[in-house]
């Protein structure tokens, strides 16, 4: 019998991952210059943890409880959010918090060691601009657009709700068909080499391409927009085999799946937000109050 999903089932948020996370945090457990505190099934950890682990950058991941807000999470984030980064190699020790800095800060990192990136060169501005757009995008609206769905519990609401974040997922399929448009397919272009450069940092929207800024910045929401908004609203992700191929490009890369839990960890830690349960996070009151997203 399919599950009610109308009805509360009071349960709680997960604390430790699950399937491929937890091989991923069992394998970086050891000490390391930077410690990534970080909680299972949040997407805004998720994303930072995407790009640790393409870049290569070495880290130790450490899970806490965001909601119970340790100490020592407090020290690294001081509102008490993850992700944070704690920098063990110095004293007193020094951290970052914010997922959008602290991809900023991995990505700078990575270009003087592991030399590995993930937006188009710097000989490029305007393609490394059109990525900019599209994270801005997915930052300003089509984030807020997820929580206001799930939130919603009056039925006229959620239908108007998932209707936003549909567009709003369309408009960054816009956005993405501009970059590769403008970028890649004025002519020109001599074969398939030269693709393959003028798509670096693009991202998997691009066949052929790798893994880039915007994929990193949204695919944690779209993951769980096809797995939680499913579920507990019935939401469908827009149709379209470019649009299909690129979500599979997304989801089975390694650094993606490395850093996914089972379908239960996320079903289950979404259920306050699905019902909207009071003190469920910053990010629900900030929903609830039509403020913006801590
Ligand atoms: N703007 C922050 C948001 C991070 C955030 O909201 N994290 C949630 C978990 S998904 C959290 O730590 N919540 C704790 C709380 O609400 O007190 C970022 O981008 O890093």
Not at 36 to 51: E, K
Not at 167 to 174: C, D, M, N, S
Request: glycine content about 8%; some cysteine; charged content about 25%.
């Amino acid at each position: 019998m399919p599950e009610n999903t109308k009805q509360d089932k009071g349960r709680a948020y997960h604390t430790k991952c699950t399937g491929a996370a937890l091989s991923t945090v069992a394998r970086q457990d050891k000490d390391e210059d930077i410690t990534l505190f970080g909680s299972c099934f949040c997407p805004f950890v998720q994303r930072v943890w995407i790009a640790f682990e393409y870049l290569g950058v070495p880290y130790k991941a450490y899970e806490v409880d965001p909601y119970k807000k340790p100490q020592e999470l407090l020290e690294v984030s001081p509102k008490g959010l993850v992700p944070g980064l704690r920098f063990n190699n110095y004293n007193p020790p020094r951290a970052l918090n914010e997922s959008t800095v602290i991809l900023e800060y991995l990505e700078d990192l990575a270009s003087g060691t592991t030399r590995r990136s993930l937006l188009p060169p710097t000989t490029n501005p305007y393609a490394r601009a059109l990525v900019k757009l599209q994270s801005d995008h997915v930052n300003r609206n089509l984030v807020p657009a997820f929580y206001r769905f799930l939130q919603a519990q009056d039925t006229e609401v959620q239908i108007t709700a998932g209707k936003e974040l549909h567009q709003a997922i369309e408009t960054l399929v816009g956005l993405l068909e501009r970059a590769e448009r403008e970028i890649i397919g004025g002519g020109g272009i001599s074969g398939d080499g030269e693709r393959q450069a003028l798509s670096k940092g693009l991202g998997l929207w691009i066949e052929g391409g790798d893994l880039g800024w915007t994929d990193v910045m949204v695919a944690p929401w779209l993951y769980r927009a096809r797995l939680v908004l499913k579920h507990y609203r019935g939401f469908e992700l827009p149709q379209g085999d470019k649009f299909t191929a690129w979500l599979d490009r997304l989801f089975t890369h390694l650094a993606v799946v490395a850093t996914c839990s089972t379908d239960d960890l996320y079903l289950d830690s979404y259920e306050r937000y699905a019902f909207n349960r009071p003190n469920t996070s910053q990010v629900a009151n900030a929903i609830n109050s039509g403020r913006g997203l801590p």
